[in-house]
């Protein structure tokens, strides 16, 4: 039974994807990806990787976030295109943006960590998401990438930034509390203590 | 007048940065770091370090939120002791989290990209917190670590994340839309098409 808990409602999860990519992103590229894993046989291997955490087979669905290296490659024209297509800019403003895009996205030295900025910020929201809509959320500490990689052909151009589980109860947390602003806030210089 | 624009109030600055730090994070190793930057002279330093973004001195307020690589060396136990005088764990537990945290964190390559992963979920629910208390927010795309680092003194083991400009009125947007889920949302392999 365990395997086959109660799946969640499709419209609802994808509400909830929908949510997690609405947030910022450089030059509105989107870098984030979601990887849905449902299948009762796929959440088996999914849990193999991931330190097998029971969570992820007690959990209807489970998604892997991910973040892509190269959508500037990809992804640039289109995003242009739709937003003159959709009236939000002129083609002259669009090719602005591009021009300053390919600049910028060109100076990117470490792009596994840029675009796990954007999987990470999609990521966030889309476990707020659940959580305003009633669905539970655990974001597991660890897994082995290059199994999850393997398992569900990951390119290597695609990070793999976090797994997380939706819809089943959460664990009660050992660790709940949080350290003060005092320990990690500072006010206008690196180390200076916080001040409200 | 732009570079002295009307303060944040104290109170809902610190509650925006509380609600910041509630997320999860590996063994809640909590390495979001935020510096709080109001001053007019230190938001003139900063936005010179951001493409001289004028957001930055219109906004009473920047966050730079930074990842620090080492918590596990600093803030293991302070937080294990945290969390045993709070009742949330048992010394007996808290030392079983304290060995399989050593031995997971010790097996980390990239300490900035872990670090990165967190801090950007902090970041995330930064901006969140400020809409959900009517405060604007804007993620800078664009700023120059190294200048950021000299000038805000931010040593070597913190990584710069992101800029959040707090509290003024966000720009217009020129590529608000977004890619539908057939464009980022996979079904249970890399490059199986997203269906509810």
Redesign the interface.
């Given at each position: 039974m365990e395997d086959s808990p109660r799946p969640l409602d499709?419209?609802l999860?994808?509400r909830i994807?929908?949510q997690a990519?609405?947030?910022?992103s450089?030059?509105?590229l989107?870098p984030?990806?979601?990887?849905?894993?449902?299948?009762d046989r796929?959440r088996r291997r999914l849990r193999a990787a991931a330190w097998n955490r029971p969570e992820i087979t007690r959990a209807p669905a489970v998604v892997i976030v991910?973040g892509y290296h190269f959508p500037v490659r990809s992804?640039l024209d289109?995003?242009?295109e739709?937003?003159v297509a959709?009236g939000?800019?002129s083609p002259a403003?669009a090719a602005e943006?591009r021009g300053r895009a390919v600049a910028?996205l060109g100076r990117i030295v470490d792009h596994?960590?840029w675009a796990?900025?954007?999987a990470?910020?999609a990521?966030?929201?889309l476990?707020?998401a659940a959580d305003s809509l009633g669905v539970a959320s655990?974001?597991l500490?660890?897994f082995d990438a290059d199994t999850l990689r393997r398992e569900?052909?990951?390119?290597d151009d695609?990070s793999t930034?976090?797994v997380i589980a939706l819809g089943h109860e959460a664990e009660p947390?050992?660790?709940?509390?949080?350290?003060g602003?005092d320990?990690?806030?500072?006010?206008?210089?690196?180390?200076q203590p916080?001040r409200?």
């Open positions: 499709p419209a999860l994808e994807l929908v990519t609405t947030g910022p450089d030059y509105n989107q984030w990806r979601f990887l849905v894993v449902r299948d796929n991910l992804h289109p995003m242009l739709q937003a959709e939000h800019c403003k943006i910028a596994e960590l796990t900025r954007s990470m910020l990521a966030s929201r476990m707020l655990t974001m500490e660890g569900f052909g990951i390119p695609h930034c976090a947390d050992s660790t709940p509390g949080r350290f602003l320990e990690v806030c500072y006010s206008e210089h690196f180390g916080w409200a």
